[in-house]
């Protein structure tokens, strides 16, 4: 054999080495015991055979042909039924044309190498051969996937309508349940602010109903103004909550005027509008109302308070709420059938200063609607019912308020089905002194 420097030897795998010389057995166990393979070797025939009885996945067999009882071609194919897989190899120093045809026809036999060897090429035709069986094993493994998901996918396929129609019967359910609990949470969520509105309103009996007139208004102005869903929610939110923050004013602050305030208590007031967005910025969903609250007392011009903001500065939101609220807390004070137009004449002014040019026209036109369906109607006349008695589609013509004053509806609602059940409810819980004045036409 000839001694060379061996090439590296990527592949893993197993080797098994039969020859009847010991020293052969060591040199070659020798060759390759720095390579990543484990190396067996016999002495004889029936030996070679015992180990791949033994050893699963030995991938070479590497064998000499002259070994006494049983030659190498015939241990090749015995080995065949052991270890079907294996690549065989025949190692022999005799130059013998039959025993080379016989190792390739009976042994399958992938090669025939000669004595002596030179090592490089017998460590690159045992690495060849090691690559072959491990791409042979690879592709029986994988031709055993494909073999086992094809039959999978013949069964789906034949059960596919079935499991698509169950699956899709169970997320058609699943997607009405989860739509349905949205839907209840939203309701719940805007029910919760306007029941908070109603006690913030508590606070100042003249002002009942003004966040809620403010909130209709004002939604009605941003789906005039084509703003986004999400934003006209976020817009109500605030201003029914626009006023939260005077909760910490006193009683006798609430009374006054801006005007008629002495400095302590104005500074006290400037800060309402802070107060409000601290009290729910903790909450996620309404952390977008309260930059809205902050900014409702701001100016056109960058007069107002409380951070001097003008202009386009001024969220949106805030400029709509600013005039919708002026609007509502002088009507109050402008009673009678021209009471929208003096209002109307005496903002003109403002207009630039205090309030968004662009947006007064819209606004206007969304207040005077709102104010005509609202104010009484002079072909009508008013009968009080008990909510026992209210049917859908009466149209209140008063403000309803429970017991202890908390606004349950306002005047000019249409009734439905759930504003009657509440009605109903908050009847037994808070009695009212007086019953539903529904408006009737005469």
Known sequence: MTETSSPSFPEKGKILFVDDEENILRSLRRLFMDEKVEVFTASSGAQGLEILAREAGVGVIVSDQRMPEMNGVDFLEKSKAISSQSIRMLLTG???????????????????????WNDAELVQAVKGALHMYNLLTENKRLAAVVKKQNADLKKWNTELETMVQEQTVEIKKSYEALRA???????????????????????????????????????????QLGLESDLQETIMVAALLHDIGKIGISDVMLAREAEQMNLAER???????????????????????????????ENYNGTGFPDG??????????????????????????????????????IEPLRGVFFDPKLMPVVLDQFEAFHKKTRPRMDHIEIELLPANLREGMTASRDV???????????????????????????ELDPAKQGVFISVKG
């Open 94 to 116: 005799y130059a013998d044309v039959n025993a080379a045809i016989d190792a390739i026809n009976r042994g399958g036999t992938f090669r025939y190498l000669n004595k002596p």
């Open 181 to 223: 609990m949205h839907g209840r949470l939203r309701v719940n969520f805007k029910n919760t602010i306007v029941a908070f509105s109603g006690l913030i309103e508590l606070r100042d009996k003249r002002m009942r109903t003004h966040s809620r007139n403010v909130a209709e208004v004002s939604v009605n102005v941003a789906k």
């Open 267 to 297: 500074e006290e007031y400037l800060q309402h509008p802070v107060r409000g967005q601290t009290a729910i910025d903790r909450i996620d969903e309404l952390r977008e109302a309260g930059v809205i609250i902050r900014a409702h007392h």
């Open 309 to 346: 903001l003008k202009k386009a500065d001024i969220p949106i939101g805030a400029r709509i709420i600013t005039l919708v609220d002026y609007i509502d807390k002088r009507l109050r004070k402008a009673m009678g059938a021209t009471g929208f137009e003096v209002v109307r004449k005496e």
């Open 401 to 427: 308020f429970s017991g202890t004053g908390i606004l349950l509806l306002t005047k000019g609602t249409v009734l439905a089905q759930a504003s009657i059940l509440l009605l109903k409810r908050y009847y």
